[in-house]
Structures are given as structure tokens and as C-alpha cells.
């Protein structure tokens, strides 16, 4: 006689669930998909088109298919890769910083160069070029965020306004907008006196009047963070070797904030950003 037939119902399902995942964790890692994770930094469409030359290129060597996964905020997606639902994130330095903290699992591998090639981006504070702002009363000021994770956020931002205005960040109107073109949109629609964002994403609004009023120090670049307990060290030599050695050709096809080129992660990568402020200490809402 089996040893499930003489169990209880209740207990017999419980030892088929046990048998069923441990013939999941049995399965090799390469006989699955892989999920890649990012957040929308702009509409889903437009992310898919960047992100998925990469992930084809990357899927020939892997001998694997490589599915995308929109995360709604950092915090998610943060979650999920903790979880072991993340194979691969693309993450900007705070948050690759705070998910470090949390799981021994996430390992940088590259960071991605900005378009003069180099590693590493600054985040800048905006405001539409014929705006007058109220100087003399920085408490009435706008202020349009990114996300409370993202390090173009109120991780940047807060100092800049500080330099800039003389005032506190939190003595003003802040409100989380998410992504970094609707930062830039919204200071251009009129609905925020000021706006933070990356650099790059500045620019690119700047013949509509943006203007930038002050920036950051360079921070490291947006990284390609793998998960250690989901990927084999085989799969991650492969996914570094491939991106590192990717032609200028290949890599020039992809999306524009990862047409530059990659660099590997080093040690001191993140020196320059070892005292940022507890997660917990960032405002997680907006405060109007």
C-alpha cells in the first residue's frame, strides 16, 4: 500500500503539493522561462520595443526564452525578486542599493552607459524656462517626483531644492508622478512649479522649454541585476559575457537609454552612494 493512500484527505493532498514542488525545483533551470522586470519608465509599448532586441540577443546564447514583466513601483518589484519571481531587473542605483540590503540573491553584473558613453548619469532639477517662481514663498512651490525608490526621486531631488530654493523639499507641495516624462510633462503643462528626473530625460524635452536649473553628482548607471538562487553561475557568466562583449552594432539597436553600451559592476561601482539614507526614511506618498 502507498503512503499517501493511508493518509487523510487533508493530508494526502498536502503530500501530493510537497511531491509537486519538489519535482518543480528539480526541473533544470535552463528547461524554464526566464522573467526580465522592469518598471514603465514610459508607456508599456514603447518599453517592450526598447528592452526586447536585448532579450533576443541574450535568449541565443541562453537557449531560453526571456519574457518581460512590467513592475508597477520599485517596492513590487523589489517584493517579487526577494520571492524569487525575478530572474533579471533593470534597476537604477538606489534601488539596486536597497534590494542589495534586503536579498544576498541580487547580484549587479553591468551598468549601462549614458550617451556620451560613460558610466554613470546625473539626475537635474527642472522648470519650464518662461516660469517666474515665487522665491520669496518656496513653501507654495510644486514639486513633481518620480517614484519614492527611484534615485532621481526624492533621493536627489530633496538636496537640489535645498541648493536651489534654500527650503526644505518637505516644506513644499511634492507629489509622486512616477515616471520620468511625466516628471517633464507635467512641469510643462503648468501643474508643477519644478520637476526631478534623470538627465537624459531632460533633455530630450528641452526644445519645448524645459530648462534645467541644477543637477546632481554623477551617480552609477542603471544596472542589470540577476537573481543568484533562480540562475545557475553558467547562466550568469553566459548574460554577462554576452553584454559585455556585444557589438556596437547589436546594442546600438536598443532601446535609447541602453544604446551605449554596458560596463561590468566592480566593487567601488556603488562607493559613492554606501550612505544613502534608509528606504524607510524616504516618503512613500506624496504629501498634497
Not at 518599453?47 to 508597477?72: G, H, W
Not at 518620480?146 to 513644499?172: D, H, K, N, R, W
Amino acid at each position: 500500500m502507498m503512503y499517501v493512500e493511508i493518509l487523510e484527505k487533508g493530508e494526502s493532498m498536502r503530500w501530493i503539493s510537497y511531491v509537486g514542488l519538489i519535482v518543480i525545483l528539480l526541473l533544470p533551470l535552463e528547461g524554464r522561462e526566464l522573467i526580465f522586470a522592469s518598471l514603465p519608465y514610459k508607456n508599456n509599448a514603447g518599453i517592450v520595443e526598447d528592452f526586447a532586441p536585448m532579450l533576443r540577443y541574450l535568449e541565443s546564447d541562453l537557449n531560453q526564452s526571456v519574457n518581460f514583466r512590467f513592475e508597477p513601483s520599485y517596492r513590487k518589484l523589489i517584493a517579487d525578486f526577494i520571492d524569487d519571481k525575478i530572474d533579471m531587473a533593470y534597476m537604477g542605483p538606489l534601488p539596486t542599493l536597497a534590494l542589495m540590503k534586503q536579498d544576498a540573491s541580487a547580484h549587479p553584473i553591468v551598468t549601462f552607459n549614458d550617451a556620451d558613453g560613460k558610466n554613470g548619469y546625473r539626475c537635474v532639477l527642472v522648470k519650464f524656462a518662461p516660469d517666474v517662481l515665487p522665491m520669496e514663498h518656496p513653501q507654495t512651490l510644486k514639486v513633481a517626483l518620480t517614484e519614492p525608490l527611484s534615485t532621481c526621486g526624492y533621493f536627489s531631488t530633496a538636496p537640489l531644492i535645498q541648493t536651489f530654493t534654500e527650503a526644505p523639499l518637505s516644506s513644499m507641495h511634492y507629489r509622486y508622478v512616477h515616471t520620468h516624462d511625466e516628471a517633464a510633462l507635467s512641469v510643462l503643462r503648468g501643474e508643477f512649479h519644478l520637476g526631478g528626473m534623470k538627465e537624459s530625460i531632460a533633455e530630450s524635452y528641452r526644445s519645448l522649454g524645459l530648462e534645467i536649473i541644477a543637477y546632481s553628482p554623477v551617480v552609477p548607471g542603471f544596472t542589470l541585476v540577476v537573481n543568484t538562487q533562480t540562475l545557475s553561475q553558467e547562466q550568469i557568466e553566459t548574460i554577462r559575457a554576452r553584454l559585455l562583449n556585444a557589438p556596437f552594432k547589436e546594442y546600438a539597436s536598443w532601446g535609447k537609454e541602453i544604446s551605449f553600451g554596458v560596463q561590468a559592476v566592480h566593487a567601488d561601482t556603488y562607493r559613492s552612494m554606501q550612505f544613502f539614507p534608509e528606504v524607510e526614511n524616504i516618503p512613500q506618498e506624496g504629501n498634497f
